[in-house]
């Protein structure tokens, strides 16, 4: 079965810069988008980036997506950190018959 | 404005079923699929199955195959989830959520508020 992973926590500084990775477990993470969503605590989630790179409308461009290849995997970077993007986030992709969620990343903003 | 709202919290006994309604407005129900994620408390995403709004046919995660139905009822744009029966582990909050573009996989663009479904004896 097809699984996406990713780091269980990563915390950076306000005004710096974070990367969270979501890597595939098979197949080329390339073939089928990829979702990253922000889930605040008590809330549903919300799309930040859907289909690799591409930014919701009202989500700052601080946000960004991409794909390498290489290392079958997805990345989420965040510009400029604010203490309001701390939250959950989640990579979600998908195979032929079933969506497909990382096991989330909690960001702490500090 | 796209909506979907779902019904309240449920308490249910171990074997017993539960039904969770979500009901969608402000766009063509039938025109978007319909997918349910679960959450456990303190835990991550997980993918439950998703439901064709417009012929009613039906996927779902291997996990839950057996215990899971979707249906929906179009007079009233709803959309229903059935978990029978249930388990202490089944205790999460339900979310209904659409798929971005008609899509059938993909990015869900819109989720209802969640249902709390607590298992307790």
């Known amino acids: 079965n097809f699984m996406l992973t990713q780091p269980h926590s990563v915390s950076e500084s306000p005004g710096k810069t974070v990367t969270i990775s979501c890597t595939g477990s098979?197949?080329?993470?390339?073939?089928?988008?990829v979702q990253w969503y922000q889930q605040r605590p008590g809330s549903a989630p919300s799309t930040v980036i859907y289909e690799h790179n591409q930014r919701p409308s009202g989500v700052p461009d601080r946000f960004s997506g991409s794909i390498d290849s290489s290392s079958n995997s997805a990345s989420l970077t965040i510009s400029g950190l604010k203490t309001e993007d701390e939250a959950d986030y989640y990579c979600?992709?998908?195979?032929?018959?079933?969506?497909?969620f990382g096991g989330g990343t909690k960001l702490t903003v500090l | 404005q796209v909506q979907l709202v779902q019904s309240g919290a449920e308490v249910k006994k171990p074997g017993a079923s539960v039904k969770v309604s979500c009901k969608a407005s402000?766009?063509?129900?039938?025109?978007?699929?319909i997918h349910w994620v679960r959450q456990a408390p303190g835990q991550g995403l997980e993918w439950m199955g998703i439901i064709n709004t417009y012929s009613g046919s039906t996927t779902y995660a291997q996990k839950l195959q057996g215990r899971v139905t979707m249906t929906r009822d179009t007079s009233t744009s709803t959309v229903h989830m059935e978990l029978s029966s249930l388990r202490f582990e089944d205790t999460a909050v339900y979310y209904c959520?659409?798929?971005?573009?008609?899509?059938?996989?993909?990015?869900?663009?819109?989720w209802g508020q969640g249902t709390l479904v607590t298992v307790s004896s």
């Open positions: 979600q992709s998908y195979d032929s018959s079933n969506q497909v």
């Open positions: 959520a659409r798929l971005y573009g008609g899509n059938s996989f993909g990015n869900f663009d819109y």
């Open positions: 098979s197949g080329s993470i390339a073939s089928n988008y």
């Open positions: 402000g766009y063509t129900f039938t025109s978007y699929y």
